[in-house]
C-alpha cells in the first residue's frame, strides 16, 4: 500500500539551531500535510500544502510540496524548546474514494541535554 | 462544538469483552477518519468515512474491528472480543471535503486511551 517515510526519526535541538525534517514516497499525492503531537494530545495541523512546488510559511515554520508530488519538507528556524514534540507528515490524494489520508511514522524532537 | 469530541477519554477493559468508541466530528465536516496509535508510534489507519461514499476499511486490522457512522455526523468504532495487543490510544479526525471535491485539513480529537488487561 501506499506509505511516507519520514526522516530523521529523532532528532536533538539546542535553542536557536535551525531543524529540518522531511517525507518521501513512491505514490504522488495532492495534498501534503504537517501536524504536531505533544504527549497525550491529538495531533494538531501546523501547514497545509495543495500545490506541487508550493511552499508556506506559519511563523518560525516553512514547508514545501515537492515538484514531484511525491515529497515534503518542513523547516523550523531558530527553535525554542516549546518546539519539542512528534512532528508528522501526512498526505492524501482528493476525489472520488481516494481521499484516506496516512501518516509518516513521525520525526521526535528532543532537546539536547 | 468547536472541535472534534472523542469519548471516553479512557477505557479499562477486560481482555475479551467489546468495546464502543465514539467520536463527535466538527460540525459540516464530512470526512471522518479513525487512526490507532500506540505507544510511541505514529498513526496507523483504520477507517475512512466520506459523505454517502462507502467507506475506506481497508486499514481495520482484523474482523474484531467496525465502525459506523450516522449520515455526516457521529462515528462509532467497535471492537470485539478485545485483546491485550489492541491497546492503544485510537484517534479520530474530521474534515471538510467542499464543492471542488477538495478534502482540506484534518482535525484531531484528543483520543481514547485503551487498556486491555
Known amino acids: 500500500g501506499q506509505q511516507l517515510n519520514q526522516s530523521p526519526q529523532s532528532m536533538f535541538i539546542q535553542e536557536g539551531e535551525d531543524v529540518s525534517m522531511n517525507c518521501t514516497s513512491s505514490s504522488i499525492f495532492n495534498t501534503w500535510l504537517w501536524y504536531k503531537q505533544d504527549p497525550g494530545e491529538g495531533p494538531v495541523l501546523l501547514i497545509a500544502l495543495y500545490k506541487a512546488g508550493e511552499l508556506t510559511s506559519n511563523g518560525r515554520l516553512t514547508a514545501q510540496f515537492g515538484i514531484t508530488r511525491k515529497d515534503s519538507f518542513l523547516n523550523i528556524s531558530a527553535s525554542i524548546p516549546s518546539d519539542v514534540g512528534i512532528y508528522f507528515c501526512a498526505a492524501t490524494n482528493y476525489g472520488g474514494s481516494q481521499g484516506n489520508l496516512i501518516f509518516g511514522k513521525g520525526t521526535k524532537l528532543s532537546v539536547k541535554p | 462544538g468547536a472541535g472534534v469530541s472523542q469519548s471516553p477519554s479512557n477505557k479499562v477493559t477486560e481482555k475479551g469483552k467489546d468495546v464502543e468508541l465514539r467520536c463527535d466530528p466538527i460540525s459540516g465536516h464530512t470526512a471522518l477518519y479513525w487512526y490507532r496509535q500506540r505507544l510511541g508510534q505514529g498513526l496507523e489507519f483504520l477507517i475512512y468515512f466520506q459523505g454517502n461514499s462507502a467507506p475506506d476499511k481497508s486499514g481495520l486490522p482484523s474482523d474484531r474491528f467496525s465502525a459506523e457512522r450516522t449520515g455526516e455526523s457521529v462515528s462509532t468504532l467497535t471492537i470485539q472480543r478485545t485483546q491485550q495487543e489492541d491497546s492503544a490510544v485510537y484517534l479520530c479526525?474530521?474534515?471538510?471535503?467542499?464543492?471542488?471535491?477538495?478534502?482540506?485539513?484534518?482535525?484531531f480529537g484528543q483520543g481514547t486511551r485503551l487498556t486491555v488487561v
Open positions: 479526525a474530521s474534515s471538510l471535503r467542499d464543492r471542488g471535491l477538495l478534502i482540506t485539513e484534518a482535525f
